[in-house]
């Protein structure tokens, strides 16, 4: 970089958001991830030695992967060739690659090749990389949002290191935050901001993690705060409410959180707490999540783990899906509301899904035998000559409207698949069944020594 880039850099710099120009310049300055660049574990050794692998940063965002980036360059004095895969193409990759071959021959600096949002690269695009990585032509890192286990290729994930950062702690949010105010040459000291301590509660909450979400809010709230006489700037809540406007929430529709979302909502409604499952859904729905991808899986909760302990819960939840049809959103999440506390509070039992699972196995790789003849429909007088439909029972015809018959193919005579739960009103379905077929729904007698 020549004198003029250098300026250039410098004057750019000054106009930038208080996010870019509050960005560490070393690991001394680096907020949190203690558990990946504190003293003696294996990045910070990487780092201070000078011989860095390739990574993968795996995090959410503002935790620190691009600025981690920038230092790793910076501490091993490697030249930084930053793209976007949003924007980036083959194209771009192949001329960063010639450069940095050209470069390691005139001067001998390596290359540390920065992709942002990796996991937007497609297969092709993570293939072109891969031998330039394997030689040592560049060194990568990858910064991701998402899961790299499914979105970096298996060659290219195992020729790096897959380092996790965690979101920022509300402490650390909130020293970033006081760092940017103080900070005469490139924060808000200038200014002299003072911030009220809810205002600064407020931030650290507002930002779910994010240092570069707080940095910007405040400096919002502090460059729209007029000067008292004194040309102090006192940022008040309500003024960072008003600089915020809108908290984002933070999700991924398409990513790894739809998914662990989902899954503790399920977790939660099995685990029978209303109050987890109503924030797992709301946290959901106030993100935008599809309402109706929510509700189609409350309809499988309902028969997967209520069942029949308590049949109605398909049926409210086949009305929660006809409600949000019918009013819309935001309307309709109340109608969700209502389906999710019903299920969380319900008597729960698998017994269904464990009886179907059983009898799926056994029509898969069973024998598949005949129907039963007395089972058989028998519409006309060749089939009932073979003896269609022959010994078979009318059940209205006897006392109770029951008559015991075997239903069965013959090898699975006897068979009991479904074993029905004592909870709720499965209990009075097994009351039922074991009067009937007392010698197949016998109770189960406890096991020696319990």
Known sequence: MDLFDFNYEKEKLKE???????????LAEFVGQEHIIGAGHVLRTAIDSGKLPSVVLWGPPGSGKTTLAYIMAQATSSHFSPVSAVSAGVADLRKIIEEARERRKMSGQRTLLFIDEIHRFN???????????????????????????????SPLLSRSQVFVLKPLAP????????????????????????????????????????????????????????PDENGRRFVTLPMVEDAVQHRAILYDKNGEQHFDIISALHK???GSDPDAALYWLARMLEAGEDPLYIVRRLVRFASEDVGMADPQALVVSMAAQQAVHFIGMPEGNLALAEA???LATAPKSNSL???YSAVKKEVTAGRNEPVPLHLRNA?????KDLDYGKGYKYAHQFEGHFVRQENLPESLKGRQFYEPGEQGFEKQVLARLRGWWPERYKPKTEKPGE
């Open 379 to 383: 519409p006309t007088k060749l089939m």
């Open 171 to 226: 402490p650390e949010i909130a020293t970033i935050i006081n760092r940017a105010i103080s900070d005469n040459e490139r924060g808000l000291g200038a200014f002299k901001v003072a911030l009220e301590e809810s205002a600064l509660d407020y931030l650290v909450s507002m930002s779910n993690s994010d240092a570069r979400t707080a940095l910007n809010a405040l400096e919002v709230a502090a460059m729209t705060t007029p």
């Open 268 to 270: 939660t409604l099995r």
């Open 340 to 342: 999710v506390v019903y």
């Open 353 to 355: 899904y464990t009886a």
């Open 123 to 153: 297969k092709a695009q993570q293939d072109a990389i891969l031998p330039y990585v394997e030689d040592g032509t560049v060194t990568l890192i990858g910064a991701t949002t998402e899961n790299p286990s499914f979105e970096v290729i």
């Open 16 to 26: 930038a958001p208080l996010a870019a120009r509050m960005r560490p310049a070393n």
